[in-house]
C-alpha cells in the first residue's frame, strides 16, 4: 500500500460509538439516498449545465439555446427533457413558442455553490 492510500486509514480499531450513533440517526434513507444520487447525475453532464447556466441569466426557447451552444435543436429538446424531469427548468408556452427557465432560486444556488467550490 502506497502512502497516499495509508492517508485514508486508521492506525487504531478503536470504534466511536457515540459518534456514529450521532451520524447514523442523522443518515438519509435509502430510497432518499439514491434519489438525491440520481439527481446529482443529471448535473454530470456539461451540456446540461451550460444548459442550465444559459437559463440562470435569460428566460430561452429551443432555438436560442440551439443557436448558443452550437448544436440542433433535437440534441436540445433530448437534455431540456431531462432537465425538466429533474425539475430543474420549467416552461411556458407563448403562441407557437415555448420558454424555458430555471424551476426556482434553489438550482441558482446549487450552481453558484459548485461554482464557488471549483473557484476555491
Not at 487504531?12 to 450521532?22: A, E, G, P, T
Not at 449545465?49 to 436540445?76: G, H, R, T, W
Amino acid at each position: 500500500m502506497d502512502n497516499e492510500q495509508q492517508n485514508y486509514r486508521c492506525d487504531c480499531n478503536v470504534i466511536h460509538q457515540d459518534i456514529i450513533d450521532n451520524v447514523s440517526s442523522k443518515m438519509p434513507e435509502e430510497k432518499k439516498a439514491l434519489k438525491l444520487a440520481d439527481f446529482f447525475k443529471v448535473f454530470g453532464d456539461g451540456t446540461r449545465i451550460k444548459i442550465l447556466y444559459a437559463l440562470f441569466n435569460s428566460e430561452m426557447c429551443v432555438c436560442d439555446i440551439s443557436s448558443l451552444l452550437n448544436m440542433n435543436q433535437s440534441a436540445i429538446s433530448h437534455q431540456l427533457r431531462i432537465l425538466k424531469q429533474a425539475r430543474l427548468i420549467k416552461n411556458r408556452k407563448d403562441g407557437k413558442v415555448v420558454y424555458y427557465s430555471l424551476d426556482d432560486e434553489h438550482v441558482a444556488q446549487i450552481l453558484n455553490d459548485g461554482v464557488n467550490h471549483i473557484d476555491e
